[in-house]
């Protein structure tokens, strides 16, 4: 399949670039993280790691050892969102050694980082809501997440078993999407560069490192059963966590889902101005809800900006609504998560309707 191309005429997307260079000149500071991410990053890998050495090695109560399962579950999506994202973008330190590092989180978290540049950084980053191409909003039998997919008889309950559907996303991820893009060589329709050797032992290496730490040692010390019922609640929950707050930001009742022309391939907008279209923010005011999604409710900026640290999308929001005003572009915020969540709701039940 050939990527669809965005129309190259237009200003916004460069008045844009211009604002925020300034921005970052005049105030004299790197786009990329400061000590602030790097002391939130050393917390939540630190969290993560003692949380599970007690589950692990020091057989907690059960319902102790429940909730800290639901916490180990939030901590992946939090250092998901938080270190892995900002490393793989080359925006969490002006470092590279430190950003690979940061980005290869995803690896011990049993996810494999060559599989998520390619298809977050290239695919959906590049090609946002763009059905048959975003493997972000392909999540198909199961929902129909834009008007151009075909619309099955079950999507009317959908918006009642989303929830249940995000669930199985990370473990889903960890022990098969990963492995269906490895052999297929594609992220959905579109192909993948060609993986050099080291990929393939990191990719094996730690696939193989995941099942020590996570099911081999674990089971030898806590048993089968108990070991299954963790685990699973752990990976459900990291998934749930991780699927709302990806949703959030493009499948909501705002956002659009512009297809290519059927002959030429283009898409009619500039590509700046498609990834605000697609892309909505949530509770920006939410200062802790701002901390622990990583800047992920700051979408926009994140999309427009991917290799600018989430630590400065507050300050760079204003620039980007400032222009978005100037060239009567829509900027589609929602004020609360909660807000954000029925409209996501409201959207899968909208399509769910024949
Ligand atoms: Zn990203």
């Known amino acids: 399949m050939l990527a669809p191309r965005f129309n190259t005429k237009g200003t916004f997307h460069l008045e844009l ?10 105030v004299g500071k790197s786009s990329t993280g400061n000590y602030k991410l790097f002391i939130k990053a050393i917390l939540m890998v630190i969290s993560f790691i003692a949380v599970y050495v007690h589950l692990v090695f020091f057989t907690p109560p059960t319902l102790l050892a429940l909730a800290e399962c639901l916490l180990l579950g939030a901590l992946t999506a939090f250092i998901g969102f938080n270190v892995m994202h900002d490393g793989a973008h080359g925006s969490f330190s002006k470092y590279t050694w430190v950003n690979k590092l940061a980005g290869s989180s995803i690896n011990f978290l049993g996810a494999n980082v060559f599989m998520w540049s390619t298809k977050h950084n290239v695919v959906h980053h590049s090609f946002t809501n763009i059905n048959e191409v975003d493997d972000d909003i392909d999540a198909r039998p199961f929902l129909r997440l834009c008007d151009s997919q075909k619309r099955y008889g079950i999507h009317k309950y959908q918006h009642i078993y989303a929830i249940a559907a995000y669930s199985l996303l990370y473990l889903y991820w960890v022990f098969f999407t990963d492995y269906e893009k490895y052999f297929t060589k594609k992220v959905g329709n579109m192909p993948m560069a060609k993986m050099k050797v080291r990929d393939h032992i990191s990719f094996w290496g730690f696939k193989a490192l995941h099942l020590v730490l996570f099911l081999a040692i674990p089971i030898y010390f806590i048993g089968f059963w108990p070991w299954l019922i963790g685990f699973v609640i752990y990976g459900m929950f990291a998934g749930i966590v991780l699927s709302v707050v990806f949703q959030l930001a ?5 956002t659009h889902f512009p297809l290519p022309d059927a002959e030429t391939n283009r898409i009619e907008d500039e ?8 892309t909505a923010n949530f509770a920006t005011n939410n200062k802790i809800i701002s901390w622990f999604l990583g800047g992920l409710n700051f979408q926009i900026e994140h999309h427009l900006f991917p290799k600018v640290s989430h630590v400065h999308y507050p300050e760079i929001s204003k620039i980007i609504k400032q222009v978005c005003q100037e060239y009567n572009i829509p900027y589609i915020e929602y004020p609360k998560m909660r807000v954000a969540f029925a409209s996501h709701i409201s959207h899968l039940k909208n399509l769910g309707r024949a």
């Open 17 to 26: 670039k211009n604002r925020i260079s300034a921005y970052f000149q005049e």
């Open 250 to 254: 493009h499948t909501v009742e705002d």
């Open 271 to 278: 590509w700046a101005i498609h990834q605000l279209k697609t």
